[in-house]
């Protein structure tokens, strides 16, 4: 159990710094927009770098081949649903521009039942 939640802990810190590397650059527009396209790349594979960091441990942490709960299966919607819920609460908070609609609701329920039967056995 202790795996599992530790597993999960390290993938939500890990797809925090993704999403940053990924869409910092978005996010945060005015204060890098000095900056030219190449620069803004290697410092996002910067940031990618922590979240390698994060991610191979916790997989490693969580996956039955090492002892832990899940299978590489329930580890990538795992993942995929921690990647949303991650993105979701970072573009709320910093990119009002951007507002959460009932259609990004409706496919995230999607996602639910999708770790549902990933899971059912």
């Not at 939640?5 to 910092?24: D, E, H, K, P, Q």
């Not at 204060?31 to 410092?43: C, D, P, Q």
């Not at 594979?45 to 390698?52: G, K, N, S, T, V």
């Amino acid at each position: 159990m202790l795996r599992g939640i530790g597993s999960i802990l390290l993938l939500v810190c890990s797809n925090a710094f993704m999403t940053l590397a990924w869409y910092g650059q978005i996010m945060f527009k005015s204060r890098l927009e000095r900056f030219g396209v190449y620069a803004i790349v290697v410092f996002s594979w910067l940031i990618a770098f922590f979240e390698y960091c994060l991610q191979v441990p916790a997989n490693r942490l969580g996956s039955v081949n090492f002892g832990g709960p899940f299978n590489i299966w329930e580890l990538k919607v795992i993942q995929e649903v921690i990647s949303l819920l991650v993105f979701t609460i970072l573009v709320t908070l910093f990119m009002k521009s951007e507002p959460l609609r009932w259609n990004h609701l409706a496919g995230f329920a999607c996602l639910v039942l999708a770790v549902f039967f990933i899971f059912k056995k």
